[in-house]
């Protein structure tokens, strides 16, 4: 483009129409007038939550499903009503939602109550406070005059794994310090492992109540995009299909909201940037295209050099598409390159164990076959897409610090 060009491209773009109608109603923010396909859970939470309108102690809940299943949504959805209610009846109710994923917010134990002070009205010093001392301000504020609070604590798995489930333990007992107010705990998270490993008394104070939201299957992901596409593109702009496709692109892992949504809305994208009157099929599948890349490059960027060592020997003995690979032979290849990289080897165990962390996160798979009297062996297959792979590779030789 010249630059006497470029300005008419800008004018051009300005006057261009566009699919959309409010693009915003596609993005993870927004909120939905109706959370479809959710009735059973979004009643259960009312109704272990209710008793806080009464001043009672609500049991504390538990609140697990894998990710993009509506938990944050139906929460907020639930906790934006009571609250209202409770205002209207002028009830003493308080709902605090805290993501813990949030670094600010949840790296330690200080900062988690640090947060809750602030909520409160009050503050404290960023850093330098016993933790007890913090505990106790908090204390002497939320007990100040009879209360209910209750405490939704999103994605707590982090804040376990950052700060250790000790934390839970001291957060659930603080009622037994409290004489006017109460706290009610709601847990949110997309791991159960992380429960698993927990102290049991903390696990069974913390999960007073389970709910579970079970992944969308394909037709429940069409309703729900369905319904956001009407509020977000023209009406007539999408193919016939597209939302059918899109909502079992993201079925076919687990039904993922979230992944739809985003799919559909890359589509949307990519079919505006080539000025198309609809959105086509073909959209769909490029942005599926696009957002798997970005997805495993994410993921291979995020790795650990001696995982990035593996994934890239096994790279390098993959030639077709349908070649299947062997651990010994990733292994000798893993040895040279450690020389090269001057990485430290791991044995060929340790080896095995990031083959089969490299296999849960979908980057490549494997199973076990036997081989007769020389015992069984993993066979390996990459599950990177063909098209991708050159550029996993350039971004493997850039982390390692190999010559291109
Ligand atoms: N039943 C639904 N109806 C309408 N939109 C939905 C529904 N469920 C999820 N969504 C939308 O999908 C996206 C993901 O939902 P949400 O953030 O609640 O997932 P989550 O279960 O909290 O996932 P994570 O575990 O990753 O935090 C949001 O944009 C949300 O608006
Ligand atoms: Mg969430």
């Keep these: 483009m010249t630059q006497k060009g470029l300005s008419g491209f800008f004018e051009k773009f300005i006057d261009e129409k566009t699919l959309f109608l409010n693009k915003k109603a596609l993005q993870s923010t927004y909120m939905p007038e109706a959370i479809l396909h959710r009735e059973e859970q979004i009643n259960q939470i009312a ?8 001043n009672e102690k609500p049991s504390n809940v ?43 917010i949840a ?41 209910n609070v209750i405490l939704v604590l999103d994605e707590i798995d982090q804040l376990v794994y950052k700060a250790g489930d000790e934390i839970i333990y001291n957060l659930t007992r603080i009622n037994s310090e409290l004489k006017n107010t109460q706290i009610t705990f709601v847990g949110i998270s997309n791991s159960l492992v992380f429960t698993e490993n927990m102290d049991p008394r903390v696990k069974s104070s913390l999960s007073q109540e389970e709910i579970i939201f079970p992944p969308y299957n ?31 692109f993201a079925a076919r892992e687990h039904g993922d909201a979230r992944r739809a949504l985003d799919l559909l809305r890359v589509a949307g994208e990519l079919a505006e940037r080539e000025s198309a009157k609809n959105l086509a099929i073909s959209h769909l599948d490029e942005a599926e295209e696009k957002i798997e890349k970005e997805r495993i490059i994410e993921i291979i960027k995020t790795q650990p050099k001696q995982s990035q060592a593996t994934l890239y020997s096994m790279l390098l003995l993959m030639k077709k598409a349908d070649d299947q690979i062997y651990t010994g032979d990733v292994y000798d290849l893993y040895k040279d390159l450690c020389t090269k ?64």
């Excluded at 609140?63 to 299943?69: A, C, L, P, Q, S």
């Excluded at 394909?218 to 702009?237: M, N, P, T, W, Y």
């Design 107 to 147: 790296d330690t134990e200080y900062r988690l109550v640090a947060q809750l002070i602030k909520e409160f009205g009050s503050e404290v010093p960023a850093t330098g406070l016993p933790t007890d001392e913090v505990y106790n301000i908090f204390l002497r504020l939320i007990d100040a005059a009879p209360l």
């Design 341 to 404: 990289t001057d990485l430290r080897p791991l044995t060929q165990r340790r080896i095995s164990d990031i083959i089969a962390e490299l296999d849960m996160l979908g980057i490549i798979t494997t199973h076990v076959v036997s081989k007769g009297r020389y015992g069984r062996t993993k066979e390996m297959t990459l599950g990177i897409p063909f098209y991708i792979q050159p550029k996993v590779k350039d971004i493997l030789t850039q982390e390692l610090g190999l010559k291109q």
């Design 218 to 248: 394909a037709v429940q992901l069409q309703d729900i995009l369905k319904k956001r596409a009407e509020l977000a593109f023209k009406e007539g702009s999408i193919d016939s299909g597209v939302i059918q496709k899109c909502a079992a």
């Design 62 to 104: 538990f609140m697990y499903g894998k990710t993009g299943t509506g938990k944050t949504l139906t929460i907020k959805y639930v906790s934006q009503q009571l609250t209202e209610v409770a205002m209207k009846r002028k009830i003493p109710l308080k709902i605090i939602y805290l993501n813990c994923k949030l670094k600010k």
């Design 47 to 54: 109704k272990i939550l209710a008793p806080a309108l009464k």
